[in-house]
C-alpha cells in the first residue's frame, strides 16, 4: 500500500480549482470513469482520458459531456434499442473514489494508474432512471414529508423534544457484507462443512496464511478510502486449510465479514460497492478467490449483508437526535416514530421483498436453519431495560440503553448482490407510510407496542387483523413451517411469486410508489428484468447444472459386491433421476416440462415446477450420498 497515491477526494471538500489543481498533482490518474448505477445494481466502467475530463469538466455535470445507451445497462422497457439515448450527470454530493491498476505502472512516476470514479445519474427522456437517483431522490422525498409531519405534530410520543424544533432529517445506514474466500482449488465436502458450522470451529476464530494477509490489507486499504472500518473476521462457514510443501496455505474454503462505519443513505451504498472492489482485488492477489453470491455452496451457511437503518434529526439548537429512540430507554422499546418505522416496513414487506431477493441465488439463502430469516416478522427484546438480539426475525431491535443515538433497525434478508440503493429507499419509503400512520393516531408508546405485539386475529388501527408482527421466540425452532406461515405469511418460492407480490398487494405497490420517486415504470422494469434472468438461469444454468448431477449419480455396486440395501437405496436414485431428466413417449421430465412452461409463457407453471425440481434434486443429493456411504468395496 502506497503513501504516495491519492485515493479519495471527499464530498464539498474541493472548489474546480482546487480539484484541477489536485490532479495536476497526480499525473499517474489517466482515467475518469462515469460510474451510473443500472436497476439490476450494475455499475458503469469507462475509461474517459483525463485530459477530456479537463477540458470539458463542467459539462460533466449537466450531463451533456457523457452517454451511454439501453444495451450497455438493465433499464428493461426504458432504454429500448430504439430509444436508447442515456445522459450521465456527475454527481459532486458524494466521495470520489481512485481505482488503481496494480499491474498497469506508469512509466513517468513509477506509480500505478488510476482511474477516477465519480458517481453519477443516469437521464433518460428528461428523467432519472437509475437506482442511486431512486435512492437520493427518495430520502429527500421522506425527509420532507417528516419535516411536514413535525411542523403539524409538534408533539410526538417518546420523543422529548418539540416537532418545531426539527431542523434536518439524517438517514443513517451501515451494511454487513459476508463473503467466501477460497483457493482456486478446493476439495471440501458439503457434510464437511457442515459439521464444521454445527460446531463452531470457524466462527471468530483466528485467520491464517494468505487468508490472514489478504483481511488485514483490504481493512487497512479500506481505511484508507475513508470507509472507517471496523472489524473483519471469520463467519460461522469454512473448514480449516492445508499447508502445502512450501508453506503455503491451500484448499483454502472459509467465509468472512468485513464491516466499517455507518454514513448517510446514497454514500453507504456508495460505499459498499468500493467495498467490494477492494476486497476482490486484495484477495485476488493474494492468490484467493472471493465470492458475493447469496448462496455458493448449498447446505452451508450463505452469505449475508445486513443493512441497518435508521432516521436521526438535526434539532435548530444544533443537537443531535435518534429519531427511533424514546427519551426514556430503560421504559421504553421506541418512540412512536420508531414503532411506526418498523410497523411500516413490516406491513409491506411484500412489495418490498421483490428488490432484495430477486434472484434464485437469494432465495436459496432465505432457508431455516442458516440464521438467514424466513418471514415476516420483528423481534423488540424481552425488556426495554436489558435488550437482548433475536437472530431469528427479519428486523431486529438494535439498541443500548446508555447510547440511544445507536438505536436503529438491522434487516437481515439482503445479500451482497441485493441492490442497496433501491433496497434503503424501500425501507424509508415503507417506514414513512407507518410512521405517519402511527403519529397522525396520537397513539401512545404503549397502545402503538400492543399494535405491534398483537395476537393473529385482532383487529389493530394499522396492521392487518390476521397477521403477528413480533416473536421474542426462535422462529426456526420454536414453530412449524406450517405455524409461520399463519402467523407470518407464506415466504416466495420463486423469483416469480416474489415478483407477482408487486401485481397481488396493489395498496403495498402504493406505498412504494409516493412522491412518484419509484414511479410504476421503474418498478415494472425491475421486475421485468428480473424475470428475464430468472427464467433465463432456470433453462440455461440451473436445469444444465441439475443435468450434471444427474449424470453424476452412478450405480456404483454390482451383484458381487451389493446387497439387499444397495438395490433398494439405488431404485430410489434411479427413480429420482428419471422423474427429473428423463423423456418417455407418454411421460415428460421434470426438466423438459420447465423449458416447455417457460417457452409458453406460462410462468405460474414454470415457478411450481421449479420448486418441484428444487426438492428432487435435494431428495436426489440426500438419497445418493446414503447409497454411496453404504457402498464399502470397489
Known amino acids: 500500500m502506497r503513501e504516495d497515491l491519492l485515493y479519495l477526494i471527499p464530498a464539498g471538500k474541493y472548489e474546480k480549482e482546487e480539484l484541477l489543481a489536485l490532479l495536476a498533482n497526480h499525473p499517474e490518474i489517466k482515467f475518469v470513469s462515469l460510474v451510473g448505477i443500472d436497476l439490476a445494481g450494475n455499475d458503469t466502467d469507462e475509461k474517459i482520458p483525463m485530459t477530456s475530463f479537463l477540458k470539458g469538466y463542467d459539462s460533466y455535470f449537466n450531463g451533456s459531456a457523457v452517454q451511454t445507451d439501453g444495451s450497455s445497462v438493465v433499464l428493461t422497457g426504458i432504454a429500448t434499442l430504439n430509444n436508447g439515448k442515456l445522459d450521465m450527470i456527475a454527481d459532486a454530493g458524494v466521495n470520489w473514489f481512485v481505482d488503481y491498476n496494480y499491474e498497469h505502472i ?14 453519477a445519474f443516469l437521464m433518460h427522456d428528461g428523467k432519472r432512471v437509475d437506482s442511486r437517483s431512486i435512492l437520493a431522490q427518495s430520502t429527500e422525498y421522506v425527509k420532507n414529508e417528516l419535516l411536514t409531519l413535525f411542523a ?55 485467520t491464517r496464511g494468505e487468508v490472514r494477509t489478504a483481511m488485514e490489507q483490504a481493512i487497512l486499504m479500506m481505511a484508507r478510502y475513508g470507509l472507517e472500518p471496523e472489524m473483519g473476521h471469520k463467519e460461522v462457514g469454512g473448514v480449516k486449510a492445508r499447508m502445502d510443501a512450501s508453506g503455503h496455505l491451500s484448499h483454502v474454503l472459509e ?102 431477493s430477486s434472484t434464485n441465488d437469494s432465495l436459496n439463502r432465505l432457508k431455516p436453519g442458516f440464521e438467514a430469516p424466513v418471514c415476516i416478522v420483528t423481534s423488540l427484546g424481552h425488556t426495554p431495560a436489558v435488550p437482548s438480539r433475536n437472530r431469528t426475525v427479519l428486523v431486529g431491535l438494535v439498541r443500548d440503553v446508555d447510547n440511544p443515538l445507536a438505536t436503529r433497525f438491522e434487516v437481515r434478508a439482503p445479500n ?23 403519529v397522525t393516531s396520537g397513539k401512545t408508546t404503549q397502545e402503538l407496542n400492543a399494535e405491534l405485539s398483537k395476537e393473529p386475529g385482532t383487529k389493530g388501527f394499522y396492521l392487518e387483523t390476521d397477521r403477528a408482527y413480533r416473536s421474542e421466540h426462535d422462529v426456526f425452532d420454536d414453530y412449524s413451517p406450517a405455524e409461520r406461515s399463519r402467523l407470518f405469511g407464506m415466504p416466495p418460492a420463486t423469483v416469480w411469486q416474489n415478483m407477482e407480490n408487486l401485481r397481488k398487494y396493489p395498496e403495498k405497490t402504493a406505498v412504494l410508489k409516493a412522491g412518484n420517486v419509484l414511479r410504476a415504470e421503474l418498478i415494472e422494469a425491475f421486475a421485468a428484468g428480473a424475470l428475464i434472468r430468472w427464467r433465463t438461469e432456470l433453462v440455461n444454468r440451473i436445469i444444465p447444472e441439475n443435468l450434471e448431477l444427474v ?68 431428495r436426489l443429493k440426500n438419497v445418493y450420498d446414503e447409497y454411496r456411504s453404504n457402498v464399502i468395496d470397489e
Open 255 to 356: 467465509q468472512l465479514e468485513i464491516d466499517w462505519k455507518y454514513s448517510n443513505a446514497l454514500q453507504c451504498a456508495d460505499n459498499e460497492l468500493q467495498a467490494r472492489i477492494i476486497i476482490k482485488e486484495v484477495f485476488r492477489a493474494n492468490g484467493l478467490e472471493v465470492t458475493f453470491k447469496a448462496k455458493p455452496i448449498f447446505g452451508v451457511a450463505g452469505n449475508g449483508e445486513h443493512t441497518h437503518v435508521g432516521i436521526a434529526a438535526r434539532l435548530k439548537s444544533g443537537r443531535f437526535v435518534n429519531l427511533f429512540a424514546p427519551s426514556d430507554m430503560k421504559g421504553e422499546y421506541l418512540s412512536a416514530i420508531g414503532y411506526g418505522a418498523i410497523m411500516g416496513l413490516l406491513k409491506n414487506y411484500e412489495a418490498v421483498n421483490p428488490f432484495i
Open 152 to 206: 403539524k405534530h409538534s408533539r410526538i410520543a417518546g420523543l422529548d423534544f418539540d416537532g418545531n424544533e426539527v431542523a434536518d432529517v439524517v438517514f443513517t445506514v451501515a451494511t454487513e457484507l459476508e463473503f467466501w474466500v477460497k483457493t482456486p482449488v478446493n476439495s471440501a465436502e458439503v457434510h464437511e462443512l457442515s459439521a464444521s458450522q454445527v460446531m463452531q470451529e470457524q466462527y471468530w476464530q483466528r
Open 551 to 618: 449424470k453424476l449419480c452412478v450405480c456404483l455396486h454390482n451383484d458381487r459386491i451389493g446387497n439387499d440395501r444397495d438395490v433398494y437405496m439405488w431404485n430410489q436414485v434411479q427413480s429420482l433421476r428419471l422423474t427429473l431428466a428423463k423423456d418417455t413417449m407418454d411421460n415428460k421430465s421434470l426438466f423438459t416440462r420447465i423449458k416447455h412452461a417457460v417457452a409458453e409463457g406460462d410462468y405460474d407453471a414454470a415457478s411450481d415446477l421449479q420448486v418441484e425440481m428444487a426438492a428432487a434434486v435435494s
Open 106 to 119: 506508469d512509466e513517468k512516476t513509477g506509480k500505478p494508474v488510476g482511474s477516477l470514479r465519480i458517481p
Open 416 to 438: 451482497p448482490y441485493t441492490n442497496t440503493y433501491i433496497a434503503v429507499a424501500a425501507f424509508y419509503l415503507t417506514m414513512l407510510d407507518g410512521i405517519k400512520a402511527a
